[in-house]
């Protein structure tokens, strides 16, 4: 089961039970044009057959004319129907395409659950019981007349009911990781976290080649060590290293804070950068 493929298969699981018309005007469509192509093949292998195995000339053949005439009716109608099919089959996933954020979230959220068995064997989850908390939660979801708060109040019941459901069944000293797992996920699936400086924030730098001395004696290699690999990851951490050199009295009195974190970063990085990408400062100079 992948990330995207688990996605398609909720997305219809959702569609079914909010729009069951629409779900089986799909499974009728994907018949028809199922059939409609068949039959435009059969149409086509038959006319061959005819072709390869007349004898004489073509023309005098009144027989195989006529056979020639109708297949190509029935062709030219049958792929008129085939492109309407295809135009409805489009308007369908339009509107099928408006739930896709419940498949999304319910697709994040089944991973993040299934990836506790590599703490504990007894935390494995299997797609079919995830299936239960998934249908139990678009069912207790509060109803609305309007779709984005409707699909807003499923997306939230069903965060809440798989939170639920796994800490129930969970050590209370991987709750708060959990948590913290599900919420990166959740960012990531919305494009708001950025991986790399997740990655940073969380390994720090990894290199084994050395970088240039500090610039301050305050400053510990490993502290500017850090902050060299800053620099690489984004335009906005570009010039941190030549903030530090020109304003090393300011960036020495916050670093010699018991709390630097309760205070805004020197240089004016606290406007420019986000909460992640603060904390990636912040790293550097307190690990």
Known sequence: VTLQGLEDQLLNVVVEHERKDLADQRTALIQDMSDLSETLKELEDSLLYELANSTGNILDNTDLISTLEQTKT???????????????AAEIEVA??????????????????????????MYELSLALYMVVFD???????????????????INRLTKDCYDYTCTGIFETH????????CMSILEGNGKLNRQELDFFLKGNLSLEKSEPPPHPWIPEKAWHDVMRLTRLGERFQSLGESIKEDGAEWQKWYDLD?????ELPSGYSSTLDRLEQMCVLRCFRT
């Not at 029935?74 to 409805?88: D, F, G, P, Q, V």
């Not at 709750?175 to 599900?182: D, N, P, T, W």
């Not at 709390?259 to 205070?263: G, I, K, N």
Request: glycine share 2%; proline share 3%; aromatic share 6%.
């Open 74 to 88: 029935k062709a030219t109608e049958i792929s008129a129907k085939l492109e309407l099919a295809k135009t409805t």
């Open 96 to 121: 099928t395409s408006q739930y896709q954020p419940v498949a999304k979230r319910g697709s994040i959220l089944f991973f993040v659950m299934a990836s506790l068995s590599a703490l504990n064997n």
């Open 136 to 154: 139990r939660a678009l069912s207790l979801a509060e109803s609305d007349s309007i779709i984005e708060n409707r699909l807003e109040n499923m």
């Open 175 to 182: 709750k708060l990781m959990f948590s913290l797992q599900m």
């Open 259 to 263: 709390a630097p974190e309760a205070v």
